[in-house]
């Protein structure tokens, strides 16, 4: 059965419903939160549609490497997320492109 759980994601307050465990569901917020801290340092005039879709892309790479049995770590993503940021940082007129590890 599902339950009601109140999550916190780059600083919204949503519901959600989940079979998991209350526990479970934390994990899933507190990893998600982290992923977003660690987006917003590397790209600190991002806004949070980019910071989201920067996670749902690593997440969704890891999820899909780990169930291929790939355990490279997914090193072409961490290039094609590096290109963008590049790409963003020329666009924003910022001076050196920043690594953003994800």
């Known amino acids: 059965m599902k339950s009601s ?29 982290e992923r977003a801290a660690e987006v917003a340092v590397s790209l600190p005039n991002a806004d949070q ?19 291929s049995g790939d355990t490279s770590g997914g090193a072409g993503f961490q290039e094609a997320v590096d290109s963008m940021v590049t790409k963003i940082d020329m666009a924003l007129g910022e001076g050196t492109p920043r690594r953003v590890n994800i």
């Open 5 to 33: 759980h109140r999550i916190r994601i780059l600083g919204r307050e949503i519901q959600v419903k989940s079979s998991a465990s209350a526990e479970a569901v934390r994990k899933v917020e507190e990893y998600l939160n």
């Open 49 to 67: 549609q980019l910071i989201a879709l920067l996670i749902l892309l690593n997440t969704t790479e890891s999820y899909l490497a780990l169930r």
